[in-house]
Structure formats: structure tokens, C-alpha cells
């Protein structure tokens, strides 16, 4: 019973929670603000707000693709939200944070993976490197 405890109040375990409670209530207000924004400006310009109406019928059976229409409408604008409102503003702020820092790493030049600077030899491809320390400049 103490490693499921263990389990469940490890970090990461509850930061995934949180993030997923949060992103929940975030696509909520998204869809909110889609459906009480966006859509009647699409009916201004196309015409028709709601598109879960539009169907196909073909013997008989009913296909309602309207329903996948409104569905992928609100996804982009979803993914459109998120990125002009979430990711781009807090790419920006970790670039301004990164700014003043050392680098730690770099490239190796033989396979291109990510090595400590002052490393002699690449932990990846084994080969030698000359430290960039000794580098001339």
C-alpha cells in the first residue's frame, strides 16, 4: 500500500493532474469564447452560424457532417487560441529568461549531439573533440 502511495503523490504524477484539470477548463473557456465570439462573426461574413444541422442522406441513412464541420471549426480556433495566447507569449518569456545565461552545452561535430562544453570525447559517437576551451577564437 506504500509504494501506491509513493506512486500517487509523486510530482509528476500530480503536476499531469493539474495540467489536465487546467487544460480542461481552459478548452471550456475556449469553446466558450468560440461559440460567443467567433461563430456569430463567421455568420456575419458566411452566413450560417450553426453548421450541425447540415446533413447527406443516401439511401436512407443520414450522415450528418455538419456536426464534424462545427467540431473542426472549433478545433482550429482552439489551436489558433492556444497558440497566439499560451505559446507564443511563454516561448517569448523563456527566450527574455535565457537570454543572460552561460551556455552548458554544445553540438558535437561528428553526430551532432548535445555534449557538456568542456567535454574531450562525445559520449554518443566516442569520438575525440577539442574542448571549447581550447577553441581559437
Excluded at 458566411?46 to 447527406?56: F, I, N, Q
Excluded at 442522406?57 to 472549433?74: E, L, M, N, Q, R
Excluded at 505559446?87 to 529568461?97: A, G, N, S
Amino acid at each position: 500500500m506504500s509504494g501506491f502511495k509513493k506512486f500517487l503523490f509523486r510530482g509528476n504524477l500530480v503536476d499531469l493532474a493539474v495540467a489536465f484539470v487546467v487544460g480542461a477548463a481552459f478548452a471550456s473557456l475556449v469553446k466558450d469564447f468560440a461559440n460567443s465570439f467567433i461563430t456569430p462573426l463567421i455568420a456575419l461574413l458566411g452566413g450560417k452560424p450553426d453548421y450541425t444541422r447540415l446533413s447527406v442522406t443516401i439511401d436512407g441513412t443520414k450522415f450528418p457532417y455538419g456536426v464534424f464541420v462545427t467540431s473542426a471549426i472549433a478545433f482550429v480556433i482552439t489551436s489558433v487560441v492556444v497558440y497566439f495566447l499560451v505559446v507564443l507569449p511563454t516561448t517569448k518569456l523563456i527566450e527574455r529568461m535565457d537570454r543572460g545565461k552561460e551556455a552548458t552545452e554544445r553540438e558535437c561535430p561528428e553526430c551532432l549531439a548535445e555534449i557538456p562544453i568542456k567535454a574531450r570525447r562525445c559520449q554518443f559517437c566516442t569520438s575525440e573533440i577539442v574542448p571549447l576551451t581550447q577553441m581559437p577564437s
